[in-house]
């Protein structure tokens, strides 16, 4: 009849919103009440803010809450745990939030240094090893190379040394790209896509304007709108629309 197994925030969770939930209609009223009056106790005190007026109600709450609890469980339910709710909303009132003051903070350091032992004979002085050894990583790769991969310098997904295209679309550095996943593109996906890189580059623009000056009839300048319709949909109209037309213009 113990509820074990949790993690500290579990434990939070549990007793902060799941409490009232589980126990009501499985214990009589008024210790329902008692053990509702806990978890909101406990979920005031945890908030991300707090109020003095609150935290003043908490204190005053406290003694009455640990009386009803005492009227409830058995003397030897109680030990300092227990007993230490009395000072919690001073300490809150004291020093503020709990995030900043519980051992969260402590227990993620915890976690983190656990995960570098590798010999469970002598656990303090792997993971001390294993500390040294990153520290000396870390202070000796700071004067490594630009160019040699390192803690500091992670090598880039793409290498611009290697890169043989003159485009401007490919100069720069880019940066790392996450997982991907395979898609079928449609004819008209592909030809939006084409459109987009060629009206993007700096190499294609003189081409573009040829083929206004080519294809455009009309006296005045082209509207956005016209010309966006001029480059996509010639075809339509008679005309070759700009992709058509400058694949035959670069294979000639």
């Given at each position: 009849m113990r509820v074990l197994g949790m993690k500290s925030h579990d434990f939070h969770i549990w007793i902060e919103r799941?409490?009232?939930?589980?126990?009501?209609?499985?214990?009589?009223?008024?210790?329902?009440?008692?053990?509702?009056?806990?978890?909101?106790?406990?979920?005031?005190?945890?908030?991300?803010?707090?109020?003095?007026?609150?935290?003043?109600?908490?204190?005053?709450?406290?003694?009455?809450?640990?009386?009803?609890?005492?009227?409830?469980?058995?003397?030897?339910?109680?030990?300092?745990?227990?007993?230490?709710?009395?000072?919690?909303?001073?300490?809150?009132?004291?020093?503020?939030?709990?995030?900043?003051?519980?051992?969260?903070?402590?227990?993620?350091?915890?976690?983190?240094?656990?995960?570098?032992?590798?010999?469970?004979?002598?656990?303090?002085?792997?993971?001390?090893?294993?500390?040294?050894?990153?520290?000396?990583?870390?202070?000796?790769?700071?004067?490594?190379?630009?160019?040699?991969?390192?803690?500091?310098?992670?090598?880039?997904?793409?290498?611009?040394?290697?890169?043989?295209?003159?485009?401007?679309?490919?100069?720069?550095?880019?940066?790392?790209?996450?997982?991907?996943t395979t898609k079928t593109l449609t004819h008209e996906e592909w030809r939006h896509i084409m459109l987009y890189v060629?009206?993007?580059?700096?190499?294609?623009?003189?081409?573009?304007?040829?083929?206004?000056?080519?294809?455009?009839?009309?006296?005045?300048?082209?509207?956005?709108?016209?010309?966006?319709?001029?480059?996509?949909?010639?075809?339509?109209?008679?005309?070759?629309?700009?992709?058509?037309?400058?694949?035959?213009?670069?294979?000639?």
């Open positions: 799941i409490l009232p939930a589980m126990v009501r209609g499985y214990v009589p009223e008024h210790v329902w009440l008692a053990l509702s009056e806990l978890s909101y106790f406990f979920r005031q005190l945890c908030a991300k803010e707090l109020s003095r007026t609150v935290v003043a109600d908490l204190e005053r709450l406290a003694p009455v809450l640990l009386c009803k609890l005492e009227k409830i469980f058995p003397p030897g339910f109680f030990n300092p745990m227990q007993h230490l709710i009395l000072h919690l909303p001073y300490e809150a009132r004291m020093g503020g939030h709990v995030q900043g003051r519980w051992c969260y903070s402590i227990e993620r350091c915890l976690k983190t240094i656990r995960k570098k032992c590798r010999n469970k004979c002598k656990i303090e002085a792997s993971i001390a090893e294993a500390y040294i050894l990153e520290e000396v990583s870390n202070f000796t790769t700071t004067y490594y190379g630009d160019k040699l991969p390192s803690v500091h310098n992670p090598p880039p997904r793409y290498n611009d040394g290697d890169n043989e295209s003159n485009l401007s679309i490919f100069r720069g550095q880019l940066g790392s790209a996450s997982g991907s060629l009206t993007n580059l700096e190499e294609v623009t003189p081409y573009m304007e040829q083929f206004l000056h080519e294809f455009w009839r009309r006296s005045r300048d082209p509207t956005p709108q016209e010309y966006d319709a001029l480059l996509r949909k010639g075809a339509r109209n008679g005309l070759p629309d700009f992709i058509s037309w400058f694949k035959r213009k670069v294979r000639a």
